[in-house]
């Protein structure tokens, strides 16, 4: 069945740093959702990729989706402690409906 | 707009027990479903609903059953709880417009199967 990977698991960074997460897809995607949740809390939808190549921002936060639409990556420059939390990718299930969701990147801040 | 609403947020069973984990959701919504999340393991699908009267299995349906009579409503029935039913679990909704990808989380049901 499909598979969705996303490394790192966990990545530290010193506050103010650079962070990085991807995501890869044993299929091609018609779409990539990103989702974050915070220590304690749900999942909460950040954005939707569909193009391929297509590059989204929000504020800190860029999003790409790979020109062959198997890979995504979110990208969050200067990080701050609101950040923390843990990043999951999610495409569609291949021949049914629902998300398959990646296992998630802990973002840990040191301040 | 409460969104999408779970109860109980905490509960202990004994193994052999049975429950409903409860979900509605006040946004019309077609689309809604439930995933287990795990350490580790990320989020997993378990049963989902693309309208009233219409439900299927997800990636992990073993051991839970689900009805949606309703559009609002979309409860999860754990039939005869084991210890590997020990999670969080989360229901979530979305437009079907948006291809049920735009999810929308309840905040959780915290499961504990001694």
């Known amino acids: 069945g499909q598979q969705v990977m996303q490394i790192p698991q966990y990545q530290h960074v010193q506050e103010g740093e650079d962070f990085t997460t991807y995501c890869n897809s044993s299929?091609?995607?018609?779409?990539i959702q990103w989702y974050k949740q915070r220590p304690g809390g749900h999942p909460v939808f950040l954005i939707q990729?569909?193009?391929?190549?297509e590059v989204k921002k929000q504020k800190r936060l860029t999003f790409q989706f790979g020109e062959a639409k198997k890979n995504s990556s979110l990208h969050i420059t200067a990080t701050q402690t609101t950040d923390v939390g843990t990043y999951f990718c999610?495409?569609?299930?291949?021949?049914?409906?629902?998300?398959?969701f990646g296992k998630g990147t802990h973002l840990i801040i040191q301040p | 707009n409460a969104g999408v609403t779970q109860t109980p947020k905490f509960q202990v069973l004994k193994t052999g027990q049975s429950m409903t984990l409860q979900c509605a959701q006040d946004?019309?919504?077609?689309?809604m479903s439930w995933y287990r999340q795990d350490p580790g393991m990320g989020l997993r699908l378990i049963h989902y609903?693309?309208?009233?009267?219409?439900?299927d299995q997800g990636e992990v349906p073993n051991g839970y059953n689900v009805s949606r009579s309703t559009t609002e409503d979309f409860p999860l029935r754990l039939l005869s709880a084991a210890p590997s039913q020990t999670s969080v679990y989360f229901c979530?909704?979305?437009?079907?417009?948006?291809?049920?990808?735009?999810?929308?989380f309840g905040a959780g049901s915290r499961l504990t199967v001694l």
């Open positions: 979530a909704s979305s437009r079907a417009d948006s291809g049920a990808n735009v999810l929308t």
């Open positions: 299929t091609t995607l018609s779409n």
């Open positions: 990729l569909v193009k391929s190549g």
């Open positions: 999610a495409g569609p299930r291949g021949g049914a409906d629902g998300l398959t």
């Open positions: 946004m019309n919504h077609e689309y």
């Open positions: 609903s693309v309208g009233a009267g219409i439900t």
